[in-house]
């Protein structure tokens, strides 16, 4: 049978997550404690953690791919060999500041 790494790796993921919530709170998936309006609203609440952080990556995203079209535009204006070493580096720390980097 042939295995696939990614599927492995989620599998390991999703038990070393379940060792930590055993250890964290002393409970499984199979608790019965919970109401189903319950389970629903702790989904709800992992579903808008993970929407921040994909916001928070596209964000960063758009900042390298905006930062790199601006060094790229720097690049072609100028002749490079012409440049000075602080003209180089003024213009990769522009790159980078618009980066956040």
């Known amino acids: ?3 696939d790494s990614m599927v492995e790796s989620v599998i390991n993921k999703y038990k070393q997550r379940s ?3 055993i250890e964290k709170y002393g409970v ?3 608790r019965k ?3 189903d309006v319950d389970w629903l ?3 709800q609440e992992e579903a808008l953690d993970l929407s921040l952080y994909l916001e928070k990556m596209i964000v960063k ?3 390298y791919a905006d930062a790199f079209e601006w060094l790229e535009q720097q690049l072609y204006k100028t002749k490079w060999d012409e440049l000075t070493h602080n003209e ?3 213009i990769f720390g522009s790159a980078r500041l618009m980066a956040n980097i």
């Open 41 to 43: 609203t702790h989904a």
């Open 19 to 21: 060792k930590l919530g």
């Open 33 to 35: 404690d919970l109401s």
């Open 61 to 63: 995203k758009k900042m």
């Open 88 to 90: 180089k580096m003024n």
């Open 1 to 3: 049978m042939v295995s």
């Open 28 to 30: 499984t998936m199979d």
